[in-house]
């Protein structure tokens, strides 16, 4: 299953896409990545699941990638007498602890670490920033409000605040016991909810420890503030717009997501675009023209990934909705425009050998015939910094560990192949390439390929060598060095 694409389509699993035929369809469709949300299912459910992608992957014969995305901690507003209540603009409305059923003039709030950091002048935002107050007088348990956008707040309604940040640990006591079962599982990559600072990333690795990747979810203000540090101690970024086009105004979110998108790229980590690709395809089997226009838009930014959420999970249309975001990458990756676009964008600094070696290999695959580079990794930090050079030939990851081949599966351009066994020669490294890239159709026998390896083998981050290698392998006998 060779992809016609260079970026990565992330499928959400759920109620309309839990079972095995619905799975492989969608991978056959284009899906690469599973993601697992942990706010919705039971851990019988999501281990259904996991199981069903296993299978699948076993029967599809290519690695394939899932993503355990936690809940992260929930504010939300308590109950009403009513159920509901109505909020009018210029009205004071009062948020407290009291667990009394709220009116129209007031309810419970029972978060106290909300009211420690509030400040007057606050904006607090009810139901998705439907509802906007602005905090008059606050103390350790209210927050006097005037009503600045009104509208009805009903039952357990979300509240974001969006201008301090608060006191509360990105992992809740559900996120720890879900992230114990999710890398008990197997997972590849686990997505931490509610990032506000590097320590928070920090405190999920020191849980996570070598089980699973760690990707930092930025859908709150303060973590953009910091997210260079949040960057530095992450292993890839998902850009949730929803949250943040709650907690921010909507016409920053564009220019956030191409900053964002150029600089994880720079530090050759993956970075996903989520949230509302292809909204309408919940109940529609056609997308709007602005939602492919949104879809190309990451794609021409160079995003490793674009991601399906209730799309895929809970949809009528799943399959529909993978397919029509793999036509739209291959459509817009065959534009001229494409390729000036991510040249353009293309700015590393090359420090080290390694970053010198892949240079490298782009630049000779892009002056001549090669028809793919293939890179022997350990760790995957290989073929990471060749995905961040975005050369125009196909990326061959090649590893004898199965999970850092699953975890590849998020990487541009790669595509990831499981070797029999470690190589210990060049030689054998150089004929596993070209078995790879002639069996997976890269390829044919009067082709060549550029491999790269670090020598000693199998050892991570020592990438110092490049070969251009004909894939005729009676030529490989005759010219390579044991």
Request: proline share 6%; glycine share 6%.
């Amino acid at each position: 299953m060779r992809r016609m694409r260079c970026v990565k389509i992330v499928a959400t699993l759920g109620p309309a896409s839990s079972d095995h035929d619905t799975i492989r369809a969608l991978v056959e469709a284009g899906a690469d990545v599973f993601r697992l949300n942990m706010s919705h299912g039971t851990h019988a459910e999501i281990g259904d699941r996991h199981a069903n992608v296993r299978a699948v992957e076993a029967e599809a014969g290519r690695p394939i990638a899932i993503l355990a995305d936690l809940q992260g901690p929930k504010l939300r507003v308590g109950t009403f007498a009513a159920g509901a209540a109505d909020l009018e603009e210029g009205e004071v409305f009062r948020l407290d602890l009291d667990p009394a059923p709220g009116e129209s003039h007031r309810v419970c709030l029972p978060h106290p670490e909300i009211f420690q950091a509030l400040e007057p002048g606050a904006t607090l935002l009810v139901n998705d920033g439907k509802i906007r107050l602005r905090v008059d007088a606050c103390g350790e348990d209210f927050a006097e409000c005037t009503v600045m956008v009104g509208g009805t707040i009903s039952d357990r309604k979300g509240v974001n605040v969006p201008d301090v940040v608060l006191p509360v640990a990105a992992l809740s006591e559900k996120d720890r016991a879900d992230l114990e079962f999710a890398c008990g599982l197997g997972v590849d990559w686990v997505a931490l909810s509610f990032v506000q600072r590097a320590a928070d990333v920090q405190e999920a690795r020191a849980l996570v420890g070598e089980r699973a990747l760690l990707m930092a979810k930025i859908e709150k203000p303060a973590a953009l503030k910091e997210f260079d540090e949040i960057l530095a101690v992450s292993d890839g970024i998902m850009i949730a717009r929803g949250d943040l086009g709650v907690e921010l105004p909507v016409q920053s979110i564009p220019p956030i997501q191409k900053r964002l998108i150029r600089r994880v790229r720079a530090a050759a980590k993956p970075v996903i675009v989520a949230t509302q690709m292809l909204e309408s395809m919940i109940t529609s089997p056609m997308p709007t023209r602005a939602e492919i226009s949104d879809v190309a838009t990451a794609i021409y930014e160079g995003a490793d990934a674009v991601m399906l959420s209730a799309e895929s999970a809970a949809g009528n249309y799943p399959v529909d909705a993978v397919s029509t975001m793999n036509n739209v990458a291959i459509e817009v990756e065959g534009d001229p425009i494409y390729r000036d676009i991510i040249v353009a964008s293309r700015s590393v600094p090359h420090r080290t050998i390694a970053d010198g070696i892949v240079a490298a290999a782009r630049e000779i695959a892009e002056t001549t015939d090669i028809k793919a580079i293939c890179c022997f990794t350990e760790s995957g930090t290989t073929v990471s910094l060749v995905a961040r050079e975005r050369p125009s030939v196909p990326i061959i990851g090649l590893t004898s560990v199965p999970r850092v081949a699953r975890r590849l599966c998020l990487t541009w351009g790669t595509h990831a192949v499981v070797t029999d066994e470690p190589v210990d020669r060049f030689k054998k490294a150089v004929l596993s390439a070209v078995r790879a890239a002639r069996r997976d159709g890269f390829a044919d026998p009067q082709d060549q390929i550029v491999v790269t390896a670090g020598l000693p083998f199998n050892v991570p981050g020592s990438t110092n060598i490049l070969r251009v290698a004909p894939c005729e392998e009676r030529l490989i006998y005759r010219t390579d060095p044991e």
